[in-house]
């Protein structure tokens, strides 16, 4: 929420309108604090800079879930059946973004059954969610570039709800039509397995973008839907790259050249979104964005795929998209393994980690990305870029406005 000044606090929490008894309690884990704080090492010149450049400049996330899980990983199946995830209100207040990629339960979506991508359980996450945030004024839900520049004005955290797969429309592309207008603004085609758009990353057989899927895209551009390409296959994201007519988004990804595993993207499919117009965000996911000169997964891992990508396709064409969350995400990739498709992470041989230093949730991500980009040397027009400069240009060719031709 805000103050009579403007000033972000975080009075709310979440699903506090309804009373005492009507909703499942669970031990959350924190906002703050879970782990050890991340030590950058900067000196005071680089610190005040770098604090300076995160308070005045339009900064994005292009993917991460800004909710709390249960400290008990393990009780998030029954956590998620509730329909409620919990908005992780104060932890936004903190983070110095101005908008995030807010990709609800994804995988995880499991509210009637044990699998995730049902239609009915997409809409609960999505009304559920919504419900909630009209009953505080410091998170807004993004929809419009109007919306992006009204969060950036007012201080206050904007939420552009997305989907990983669009797997849920089935064969019914009006669903495409009716998520938008549930205030859904970016979804992807699939998550790792197969659906009827096409083949993600762990078929055994990439077929490609299906002629399904070739309507689906040119359904998502009439819309103004963002189309993100992460858990894609190769083929299938070099057809819609080819087919789209918009900008296209590897919202949380990283190179296969640094980190050789199907989840990272190769050289051609980095440069094809690149060539659209588009945007390939960070990934900071726990074991996935690493590198051989860094195989324990922390900031600096995830900051050779940034380096690599930046300089493969211009930093024009690069962002962040961390991909993370408020509690155990080693645990959560362990509960979740055969639904979130693991195995696709399975390469080369690494030293695992509790969590990923310096990129853990989504309140300290930016700051320490920002940080990392003073020290190295980064001008302040790039950094306002890659802090958010970029998705924002991307986004006004992709999203409708009222008042295009």
Known sequence: MTDG????TAAYNAYSYLAEGEIQGFDLAPEFGRVPPYEAKLNAEDAGRAARLLGESLV???HDHPVRFPRRMEET???NRTGRQHTAYAGLAASGMTVVFDNMMDGTACVTGNAPWRWNDIITDLGMRQADLAHQDGVMVVRTIADIDTAHRTGKVGLVFGLEAATPIENELDRLDVLYGLGLRQIGIAYSDANSLGSGLSEPVDGGL?????RAVTRMNQLGLAIDLSHSSDRTALDVCAHSSKPVFMTHAGARAIWDIARMKPDDVLKAVARTGGVIGMSAAPHTTLSHAH?????????????YCADLVGIEHVAFGPDTLYGDH??????????????AMRGPAFEPVDYVDGLENPTENFANICGWLVKHGYRDDEIRAVLGGNIYRALKAIWVSPFSD
Do not use: C, Q
């Open 5 to 8: 000044a403007g000033n972000r």
């Open 60 to 62: 994005i996330s292009l």
């Open 77 to 79: 199946p029954e956590y």
């Open 210 to 214: 299906t002629a399904f899927g070739h």
């Open 295 to 307: 195989p324990r997964h922390n900031i600096e891992s995830v900051m050779d795929h940034f380096t």
């Open 330 to 343: 080693v645990a959560l990739h362990r509960i979740f393994a055969r639904l979130l498709s693991m195995s």
